[in-house]
Each structure stands twice: as structure tokens, then as C-alpha cells.
């Protein structure tokens, strides 16, 4: 069965950095472009970045470029998406989710990370 | 960049009736459009990709149409478990990005 696994709920202050992780299972996982998306409280869902597990190539969204920084270790079948700073409007839940090469839809994915920062 | 544009954004319908959701694009994006469910308290699921093609395990009443700009998601008799928020999706390459549509909500009635 193919799978997305994240890591649990964070709750941290303004200015701490976080990373979260999103680890793959049941598949290739250097085959597959991982996504994540952001989903604020009550709100839709927002594309941020995207890579590739296979060489690292990595992409991101305009509105998150430099806000986030995504990453892979591939000897672990594991994505991250990290912050150095964190803000009161990062509060979100996070998902991971599996792209197929060529393809452009998102199936399956994780079950999301709730990230709380609160002071 | 293009905008995905959802209508209506709730439809309050009875179990057994008819869904039908829109989705319309900024600009045209043939046939490469996504439709997820998402209920509460869970992760997006995906039920259709290329505006009609139901994803592994997706029952059949769930079906698709459309191409160009205007896409629709069709739910033939509403059970119990399909009330929820649907969004469709679809990406562009130069910028590159994935762009949701901000999702139907679907109640009822």
C-alpha cells in the first residue's frame, strides 16, 4: 500500500524554526515528486513546493519562495519542509501528497501535520 | 497564472438527489483537471484526474465532464458519506504552479 506518513502536531513560538517530515512508503520513492500544501484554519488549500526525491530538484510557489524550504533525504524515503522563523500565520496544517511524473494530480496523501505558533 | 474559479461555493442538497459542481478556468487547460473531496478532520482524497477519469476505488457515482474552461463534477445519487468540501485543481507550467480551486461545500439539506 502506498503511503504518506507525517509527523506529528508542533506548537512553537514566534521566531523558533520547525521542520516536518513526510516519509514514504510502499513505492519507489525517488520516482515520485512529493507536493505540500498549506490549508490555515477554515480556509482552502494552497500549493507551496514541490520535489523530487531522485536529484533534489526542487520548486516552489511564489508566495511561499523563501518563506519555506523544502527537502528530501532519499536514504530514508523522507520529504521536509522547514522554517527558520516562525510567524503567528503559519498556522496551518500541512499536508504531503505524491505527484506522478508527468502527472499533475496529488494521490495519495499524508495525513497532514497541524503547525501551531503561539506565543 | 491560472485562477480556478468554483460555483456554487455551498449546494445544500438531500441524500439521493443529484450534485452538480463547477469549476472554471481562468484559461484554457484542455483536459488537466483534478477533483478531491475533503471531509472534516481529514486529508484531501483524489477522485478524478483528466476532468473524467475516476481514481482506484472511487465509486461511480462520482463522474466528470468538461475540457477547455468549464468543468463539472457530477455525484448521481447523494449518499450519506458524500457531503463534504470538493475542490478541483489543475497546474500550469510557465509559472509552474498547482493551482486549487477554493472548494464547494457540499451540506445537507
Known amino acids: 500500500e502506498v503511503q504518506l506518513v507525517q509527523s506529528g502536531a508542533e506548537v512553537k513560538k ?3 524554526s520547525l521542520k516536518i517530515s513526510c516519509k ?3 513505492y519507489s520513492f525517488t520516482s515520485y515528486w512529493i507536493g505540500w500544501v498549506r ?3 477554515g480556509k ?3 500549493w507551496m513546493g514541490i520535489i523530487y526525491p531522485g536529484d533534489s530538484d526542487t520548486r516552489y510557489s511564489p508566495s511561499f519562495q523563501g518563506q519555506v524550504t523544502i527537502s528530501a533525504d ?3 524515503s523522507t520529504a521536509y519542509l522547514q522554517w527558520s522563523s516562525l510567524k503567528a500565520s503559519d ?3 500541512y499536508y504531503c501528497a ?3 511524473v508527468g502527472d499533475y494530480w496529488f494521490d495519495p496523501w499524508g495525513q497532514g501535520t497541524l503547525v501551531t505558533v503561539s506565543s | 497564472e491560472i485562477v480556478l474559479t468554483q460555483s456554487p461555493a455551498t449546494l445544500s442538497l438531500s441524500p439521493g438527489e443529484r450534485a452538480t459542481l463547477s469549476c472554471r478556468a481562468s484559461q484554457s487547460v484542455s483536459s488537466y483537471l483534478a477533483w478531491y473531496q475533503q471531509k472534516p478532520g481529514q486529508a484531501p482524497r483524489l477522485l478524478i484526474y483528466d476532468a473524467s477519469n475516476r481514481a482506484t476505488g472511487i465509486p461511480a457515482r462520482f463522474s466528470g465532464s468538461g475540457s477547455g474552461t468549464d468543468f463539472t463534477l457530477t455525484i448521481s445519487s447523494l449518499e450519506p458519506e458524500d457531503f463534504a468540501v ?3 485543481q489543475q497546474r500550469s507550467n510557465w509559472p509552474l504552479m498547482y493551482t486549487f480551486g477554493q472548494g464547494t461545500k457540499l451540506e445537507i439539506k
Request: proline share 8%; charged share 20%.
Open chain 1, 91 to 93: 498556522t496551518a496544517m
Open chain 1, 98 to 100: 505524491r505527484r506522478g
Open chain 1, 74 to 76: 532519499k536514504s530514508i
Open chain 1, 24 to 26: 514514504g512508503s510502499g
Open chain 2, 86 to 88: 470538493y475542490y478541483c
Open chain 1, 39 to 41: 490549508q490555515m484554519p
Open chain 1, 44 to 46: 482552502g488549500l494552497e
Open chain 1, 14 to 16: 514566534p521566531g523558533e
